[in-house]
């Protein structure tokens, strides 16, 4: 009898060791897929009370989901690819998104709108305008105290909003030579700034990221 006690008490022992190790490695599993996961996550997705206007209807910290929802209803095309980091204790939740429109209208022509967004937050417009001069001659007047920067391009910076444009460069002698694309693009700052912050400090870790086209 005492060596069949022994036994069960060896089989006991090695049950409560494994149902030990099972709990760590599900409370693990948990803790990179379903928990928080990096504690900077919540503040890498957070979403700010004042937005700002980038382009037409279009504002800072939209979502994806209601950007499409408007794209669409406005009879526009387009179409919009993501990028997913897997999900890793090492490093804050991240996913981009851009979404294209490859025939939209904004300052007075015809173009390309490409629309970024970092973790669900809308936080860049750039359009690459088809009568880049129509476009300029709109922009100065919406813009009129808009600075010249190096090489030709300008800036207008209101409060959160960052304007940049290198219309004029594009269509100098040096810019046709060039063949430089003409653009504009409105950003938030403060998400770009918190998107370049991302990198600096997470983007040297090996990540391979799910890219995957998003449904229409």
């Not at 069949?4 to 709990?23: E, T």
């Not at 760590?24 to 897929?33: P, S």
């Not at 387009?78 to 980091?85: E, P």
């Not at 629309?115 to 359009?127: C, H, K, S, V």
Request: glycine share 6%.
């Amino acid at each position: 009898m005492k060596f069949a006690d022994r036994l069960v008490q060896k089989i006991l022992a090695a049950l409560a060791l494994l149902a030990v190790v099972a709990i760590f490695a599900f409370g693990t599993y948990l803790w990179m897929h379903g928990g928080r996961g990096h504690p900077e996550t919540e503040a890498y997705a957070a979403r700010e009370t004042d937005p700002v206007t980038l382009l037409g209807d279009f504002k800072s910290y939209a979502s994806v989901e209601s950007v499409t929802t408007r794209i669409s209803q406005s009879g526009h095309a387009w179409h919009a690819s993501q990028r997913d980091w897997p999900l890793n204790p090492d490093y804050p939740n991240r996913t981009s998104t851009t979404l294209k429109a490859p025939d939209f209208r904004a300052c007075g022509s015809e173009g390309h709108l490409s629309l970024l967004f970092f973790n669900d937050r809308l936080y860049e417009a750039q359009f690459v305008p088809d009568d880049p001069r129509a476009c300029l001659r709109q922009l100065q007047q919406q813009y009129p105290r808009m600075r010249q920067v190096k090489n030709g391009r300008g800036e207008w910076i209101d409060g959160h909003l960052r304007v940049a444009t290198d219309l004029r460069f594009s269509q100098s002698e040096v810019g046709q030579a060039l063949a430089v694309e003409p653009y504009v693009l409105w950003q938030d700052w403060r998400l770009r700034e918190q998107l370049d912050d991302w990198d600096a400090r997470f983007g040297g870790i090996p990540a391979q990221p799910d890219v995957r086209e998003l449904p229409r």
